[in-house]
C-alpha cells in the first residue's frame, strides 16, 4: 500500500539546535531524479527487511514516520522514536492520516534508548548518526537493542557532497548538508561497524551507503 503523499514535514525546523525530519518531502517529490534515487533507496530497504523477516522493527530516528507508517501498512508490528518531539507530534499526525495508531510513536533520544523497552529483532536507523555528536556512543545505544539485526544508513561522502554542489546547494559549506556533523565513505562505515556487528549486506543507492548487520552477542528475540 502506498501512503498518501499528504505527509507533513518539518522542512528544515530545528529542536535543540538540531535540524530534524525531511527539510522536503522527498517521497512525494515530482521531480524524476529525486523519486528514481527515493525508488532505488525504498527497493534495496523492503529488500533488507524481508531478507530477516522480522517480528518487530523498532525505527530509531523515524522523523515524521514515513517508514514506520509503511511498514505498518504492510502487517509489521513497528515501532518508530525520535529525539524531538516536534517530529513525534507530526509522525503521530501522519500516522492519523494514514489510520494508524499514533501510539506506535515515541519521544527518546538515541543516547537514552533501553534494551528491556525498546529492544527489536529489526532496528532500523537511517540517515541519523551524520547528525550527532557522539555517533559512537548512538552505535553502542543501537547494539544494545538490535537482537539481532541492525540496518543502518547514511549518507556516502564523498559523493554527498559533489551532488549537492552540482545542483547549486551549499556552496559556502562546500556541499555539506547543514546539520551533518558526521561523514563517512562507503569503506569507512564498513570498517566502523565492523567493530561491533557482522556484516551481512552492503548496498550503495545513490548517494547513501546502506548496511545490514548482526548483532552475533545478543538473544534473537524471534526464538524466546
Known amino acids: 500500500m502506498n501512503i498518501k503523499h499528504t505527509l507533513k ?4 525546523l530545528q529542536q535543540d539546535g538540531v535540524v530534524i525530519g525531511n527539510t522536503f518531502d522527498k517521497y512525494g517529490s515530482r521531480n524524476p531524479i529525486v523519486r528514481l534515487m527515493m525508488r532505488s533507496y525504498e527497493i534495496i530497504l523492503d529488500n533488507f527487511v524481508t531478507t530477516v523477516k522480522p ?3 523498532h525505527e530509531v530516528g523515524c522523523g515524521e514516520g514515513y517508514w514506520t507508517i509503511k511498514w505498518l501498512d504492510k502487517g509489521y508490528n513497528a515501532h518508530g522514536s525520535d529525539f524531538s518531539s516536534i517530529a513525534i507530534d507530526m509522525a503521530r499526525s501522519n500516522a492519523h492520516e494514514q489510520q494508524n495508531t499514533a501510539q506506535n510513536f515515541a519521544v527518546k533520544n538515541i543516547y537514552d534508548l533501553d534494551p528491556n523497552i525498546d529492544s527489536a529483532d529489526l532496528v532500523v536507523c537511517c540517515q541519523v548518526l551524520e547528525h550527532l555528536e557522539n555517533p559512537e556512543k548512538a552505535l553502542l545505544a ?19 557532497h559533489v551532488l549537492n554542489i ?33 556484516i551481512m549486506d552492503v548496498r550503495s543507492p545513490i548517494p547513501w551507503t546502506m548496511v545490514l548487520c548482526k548483532n552475533d552477542k545478543c538473544i534473537d528475540l524471534r526464538n524466546t
Open 9 to 12: 514535514v518539518s522542512g528544515g
Open 55 to 57: 517480528s518487530r522493527i
Open 142 to 160: 543501537l547494539k544494545g537493542i538490535a537482537h539481532p539485526y541492525l540496518i543502518l544508513c547514511v549518507p556516502r561522502e564523498p559523493l554527498w
Open 166 to 198: 552540482a545542483r547549486g546547494k551549499y556552496w559556502s559549506e562546500w556541499g555539506n548538508t547543514p546539520g551533518h556533523i558526521q561523514h563517512w565513505s562507503k569503506l569507512k562505515l564498513i570498517q566502523y561497524l565492523s567493530v561491533h556487528f557482522t
